[in-house]
């Protein structure tokens, strides 16, 4: 079975860092797209990064462009956010999703997600 399993959240004062890590396995990890979403209290599930299989290609939401860096390490099955310049509005439970296809939309397999917590 698909596994998702997403660590690395936390509670950080604005203009910190995290970096999320995503395990996955139960796929053919590396030849599969990977991305990122999150979900703030009261708002829709927003799509925040995605990388091809080979890291060729990245994609970004507006929000995070020039904050946010996704990669991958096909070798450990694993998919990574790295988070600089935090603002209180990244708070939200944030989940990495595969993909068959880098320009599709998402899978139906979900890990629980981390909680990232912006505050001062």
């Known amino acids: 079975q698909v596994q998702l399993v997403e660590s690395g959240g936390g509670l950080v004062q604005p203009g910190g860092s995290l970096r999320l890590s995503c395990a996955a396995s139960?796929?053919?990890?590396?030849?599969?797209?990977m991305s990122w979403y999150r979900q703030a209290p009261g708002k829709e599930r927003e799509l925040v990064a995605v990388?091809?299989?080979?890291?060729?290609?990245?994609y970004y939401a507006d929000s995070v462009k020039g904050r946010f860096t996704i990669s991958r390490d096909n070798a450990k099955n694993t998919v990574y956010l790295q988070m600089n310049s935090l603002k209180s509005e990244d708070t939200a439970v944030y989940y990495c999703n595969p993909k068959r296809n880098y320009k599709g939309g998402p899978s139906d397999y979900w890990g629980q997600g981390t909680q990232v917590t912006v505050s001062s």
């Open positions: 139960g796929f053919p990890f590396s030849t599969w797209a």
């Open positions: 990388i091809s299989n080979g890291s060729v290609s990245r």
